[in-house]
């Protein structure tokens, strides 16, 4: 079984290298770096000068010698890039591209939260606007969020948002108790636990990565069996790569694939849920980037007291490997 990974309009190839010479072109002349998230369109991330998760896109975001960086991803990873680099520009093709799981909990709902547990220390994940990371003592990202609870002292308590199925995988694997949040990203969500039997059953031979975002069901089936890997997409990759197996079935965002694809080639990779398609990152296309590099636009800032705030906790975060 092959995936057909969507483009929100399919160009011909011809098209495709004639806008990736185009964005390359205005990189170049307007010393721009442009990331790309792991679940950008295949024709984005294959003009971009970085492919990866939040949490190494925003390491190269905050190493980056160029004076401007267009993200191609949705817009708290935007944000948080304008966050780490105060004095460069930063561009986003598509202001609209948001996040349904950064949706879930606003800076009002933190504070009132945090109000109820006066001394707790608030782990954000990176999913959330910048207002909610200001409210927030770290940040983390599904690639160390692990390492991130393990950090903070047995003792304190901690309130963990907004993905109430991390937060749940987060208890399990770090054995403390948590108080979630109980927001969700609808995309993973929406892997159901019957998508993962089904390909238990047809695909016994291959191994199955699930991320930690996905539905509670779906992950706890995966608990109790050697071939289920419950990884961010960072460790996906790495996972593929290192293993001696050659078929593996993902339970994330379909993105992915093209970059699993890419970086092993020799190994076959299918999705457990063709639906499992995020309709913001697929916002941005190549014709969106190339204008968005030809007319400079459309600029993300953070307010700077907002920013200031937001800054230590997303620092902690890329500090923790
Ligand atoms: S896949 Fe989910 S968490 Fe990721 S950007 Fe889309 S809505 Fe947000």
């Given at each position: 079984m092959t995936t057909q990974l969507i483009s929100p309009r399919a160009l011909s190839p011809r098209r495709v290298r004639e806008l990736q010479v185009e964005v390359r072109a205005?990189?170049?002349?307007?010393?721009?770096?442009?990331?790309?998230?792991?679940?950008?369109?295949?024709?984005?991330?294959?003009?971009a000068d970085f492919v990866g998760d939040s949490l190494g896109?925003?390491?190269?975001?905050?190493?980056?010698?160029?004076?401007?960086?267009?993200?191609c991803g949705v817009h708290f990873m935007a944000e948080t890039a304008a966050i780490l680099?105060?004095?460069?520009?930063?561009?986003?093709?598509?202001?609209?591209a948001g996040c349904s799981l950064a949706a879930s909990?606003?800076?009002?709902?933190?504070?009132?939260?945090?109000?109820?547990?006066?001394?707790a220390v608030v782990v954000s994940?990176?999913?959330?606007?910048?207002?909610?990371?200001?409210?927030?003592?770290?940040?983390?990202?599904?690639?160390?969020?692990?390492?991130?609870?393990?950090?903070?002292?047995?003792?304190?308590?901690?309130?963990?948002?907004?993905?109430?199925?991390?937060?749940?995988?987060?208890?399990?694997?770090t054995g403390r108790t948590l108080n979630v949040w109980l927001g969700e990203c609808h995309v993973h969500a929406g892997i159901r636990p019957q998508d993962i039997v089904r390909w238990q059953e047809e695909a016994p031979d291959a191994e199955l990565l699930v991320h930690p975002e996905c539905g509670c069901?779906?992950?706890?089936?995966?608990?109790?069996?050697?071939?289920?890997?419950?990884?961010?997409?960072?460790?996906?990759?790495?996972?593929?790569?290192?293993?001696?197996?050659?078929?593996?079935?993902?339970?994330?965002?379909?993105?992915?694939l093209h970059r699993l694809r890419k970086e092993a080639p020799e190994k076959v990779f299918e999705a457990v849920s063709e639906r499992a398609i995020c309709k913001y990152m697929k916002m941005i296309t190549l014709e969106k980037l190339?204008?968005?590099?030809?007319?400079?636009?459309?600029?993300?800032?953070?307010?700077?007291?907002?920013?200031?705030?937001?800054?230590?906790?997303i620092e902690r975060m890329v500090a923790i490997a």
């Amino acid at each position: 079984m092959t995936t057909q990974l969507i483009s929100p309009r399919a160009l011909s190839p011809r098209r495709v290298r004639e806008l990736q010479v185009e964005v390359r072109a205005l990189a170049r002349t307007r010393d721009a770096v442009i990331l790309a998230h792991n679940y950008q369109v295949p024709e984005v991330q294959d003009v971009a000068d970085f492919v990866g998760d939040s949490l190494g896109l925003s390491r190269e975001a905050a190493r980056t010698d160029e004076a401007a960086i267009v993200f191609c991803g949705v817009h708290f990873m935007a944000e948080t890039a304008a966050i780490l680099c105060p004095d460069k520009t930063v561009l986003m093709p598509d202001l609209d591209a948001g996040c349904s799981l950064a949706a879930s909990i606003t800076a009002d709902e933190l504070r009132a939260w945090k109000a109820q547990h006066p001394g707790a220390v608030v782990v954000s994940y990176v999913n959330t606007t910048a207002e909610v990371k200001a409210e927030s003592d770290y940040c983390c990202t599904s690639g160390n969020a692990k390492q991130v609870i393990e950090a903070i002292p047995e003792e304190r308590e901690i309130l963990f948002l907004p993905d109430l199925y991390l937060g749940v995988w987060l208890e399990r694997v770090t054995g403390r108790t948590l108080n979630v949040w109980l927001g969700e990203c609808h995309v993973h969500a929406g892997i159901r636990p019957q998508d993962i039997v089904r390909w238990q059953e047809e695909a016994p031979d291959a191994e199955l990565l699930v991320h930690p975002e996905c539905g509670c069901a779906s992950q706890c089936m995966a608990f109790g069996n050697e071939r289920t890997h419950i990884l961010g997409t960072e460790g996906m990759i790495r996972f593929a790569r290192s293993s001696p197996k050659r078929r593996f079935l993902v339970a994330t965002e379909t993105g992915i694939l093209h970059r699993l694809r890419k970086e092993a080639p020799e190994k076959v990779f299918e999705a457990v849920s063709e639906r499992a398609i995020c309709k913001y990152m697929k916002m941005i296309t190549l014709e969106k980037l190339r204008d968005s590099l030809r007319d400079w636009r459309y600029v993300v800032t953070v307010e700077p007291e907002i920013a200031e705030r937001a800054r230590l906790a997303i620092e902690r975060m890329v500090a923790i490997a």
